[in-house]
């Protein structure tokens, strides 16, 4: 199975700060690699598709790199409603894993 | 845009199975173009692919689970379910149903808790 790892687990940050989040994959996968956006309570949001393709309707604020092996999630400048947790998965072969996550909480 | 919602019991036995329904509206779940998932969340933890079914009913599950799986589809009434068996504590979770293509998970029901309790 492909794991994927997240760093870091925890990240705090203030309004308008541009911050990276890193996701490894445990072997290639190209770029078949996705980003969620997770608020309390809610379900998971798909923000970046295929490492780098941005979701319709989501900000130009949030952008995605990587392939292979290693991958960023970047948000150019933080705004008060991207604070939640964020989850890479990998949909190059089942089964499809996620993340632990991280978490982006307000400095 | 398609629109999911998940219903079943909140609380199961141990031992027992969980029988959980994802209904779909605004889209059919005869579509070729779409996979119908099941995905789960424990109290604090990460998410945890359980398995997908396709419009024809192929399967493909998640191997630390396999044995304990059945996803199924119920084209009359546009919905699919899932079925886990021998319930424990560690299957307490927040369980979504989700819809994909190219396993993107593009649309998610809201979840449903389900604790496994005596």
């Known amino acids: 199975d492909i794991q994927m790892t997240q760093s870091p687990a925890s990240l705090s940050a203030s309004l308008g700060d541009r911050v990276t989040i890193t996701c490894r994959a445990s072997q290639s996968i190209s770029t078949y690699l996705n980003w969620y956006q997770q608020k309390p309570g809610k379900a998971p949001k798909v923000l970046i598709y295929?490492?780098?393709s941005l979701h319709s309707g989501v900000p130009s604020r949030f952008s995605g790199g990587g392939s292979g092996t290693d991958f960023t999630l970047t948000i150019s400048s933080l705004q008060p409603e991207d604070f939640a947790t964020y989850y890479c998965q990998q949909s190059y072969k089942t089964p499809y894993a996620f993340g632990q996550g991280t978490n982006l909480e307000i400095k | 845009q398609l629109q999911l919602q998940e219903s079943g019991p909140g609380l199961v036995k141990p031992s027992e199975t969980l029988s959980l329904t994802c209904s779909v509206s605004?889209?059919?779940?005869?579509?070729?173009?779409?996979?119908w998932n099941w995905i789960r969340q424990a109290p604090g933890k990460g998410l945890e692919w359980i398995g997908s079914?396709?419009?024809?009913?192929?399967?493909n599950y998640n191997p630390s689970l396999k044995s304990r799986v059945t996803m199924s589809l119920d084209t009359s009434k546009n919905q699919f379910s899932l079925r886990l068996t021998s319930m424990t504590a560690a299957d307490t979770a927040v369980y979504y149903c989700a819809t994909s293509t190219t396993m993107i998970f593009y649309y998610w029901g809201q979840g449903a808790p389900v604790t496994v309790s005596s």
């Open positions: 295929d490492a780098s």
């Open positions: 605004g889209g059919t779940i005869s579509s070729p173009t779409h996979y």
């Open positions: 079914i396709y419009y024809r009913g192929a399967t």
